[in-house]
T-cell receptor, first 112, second 114 residues
Framework: GENVEQHPSTLSVQEGDSAVIKCTYS??????FPWYKQELGKRPQLIID?????GEKKDQRIAVTLNKTAKHFSLHITETQPEDSAVYFC???????????FGKGNQVVVIP | DTAVSQTPKYLVTQMGNDKSIKCEQN?????MYWYKQDSKKFLKIMFS???????INETVPNRFSPKSPDKAHLNLHINSLELGDSAVYFC?????????????FGPGTRLLVL
């Protein structure tokens, strides 16, 4: 089955700087890659996703890039703010597959 | 924000007890899931039901028994609770249609076994 790895496990950034989280996946058939944000004590919530037919997607201060050849995808957060502090999970799956393979999560800490 | 709901939100109980957690979704999705999140934050899939049929059954002790009375509900019953069952349990739902795979999570049930 699909195996997703996330790096680094913890990331501390100064407010206003950028944060980048990288994930690699093992199954070349995977074609859907969501990112979830989980604030302390809350549920994981989808913040952005990307499908394999595009290489990049942006939504305000967050963006995701996908390199299918290298089988990795990354989350980019620009102009970080304290409310960006959370655990971020990447995941991968194929269309029609009801199993999302999650990474182990990255703790992002934005230092004011 | 109440698209996927769970009850109870908190559950504190003694070892050996039996407890149930309920989940409901009003998104019209056909697939529902149970995840366990331990103190290390890893999201571990436990079960998945599609149209009331069990399709994912991970290596979970048989003290855990899911039940799906209809597409909108997925409950989790746990027998003979153990200390290691303490975790946050998340329900999720999705529509596995081939173009929309996003899973939406419930608020979680924080289970503490004493």
């Amino acid at each position: 089955g699909e195996n997703v790895e996330q790096h680094p496990s913890t990331l501390s950034v100064q407010e206003g700087d950028s944060a980048v989280i990288k994930c690699t996946y093992s199954d070349s058939a995977s074609n859907y890659f969501p990112w979830y944000k989980q604030e302390l004590g809350k549920r994981p919530q989808l913040i952005i996703d990307i499908r394999s037919n595009v290489g990049e997607k942006k939504d305000q201060r967050i963006a995701v890039t996908l390199n299918k050849t290298a089988k990795h995808f990354s989350l980019h957060i620009t102009e970080t703010q304290p409310e960006d502090s959370a655990v971020y999970f990447c995941a991968a799956t194929t269309y029609g597959n009801n199993r999302l393979a999650f990474g182990k999560g990255n703790q992002v800490v934005v230092i004011p | 924000d109440t698209a996927v709901s769970q009850t109870p939100k908190y559950l504190v109980t003694q070892m050996g007890n039996d407890k149930s957690i309920k989940c409901e979704q009003n998104l019209g999705h056909d697939t529902m899931y149970w995840y366990k999140q331990d103190s290390k934050k890893f999201l571990k899939i436990m079960f998945s039901y599609n149209n009331k049929e069990l399709i994912i059954n991970e290596t979970v002790p048989n003290r855990f028994s899911p039940k799906s009375p209809d597409k909108a509900h997925l409950n989790l019953h746990i027998n003979s609770l153990e200390l290691g069952d303490s975790a946050v349990y998340f329900c999720a739902s999705s529509h596995v249609s081939g173009s929309e795979e996003t899973q939406y999570f419930g608020p979680g049930t924080r289970l503490l076994v004493l």
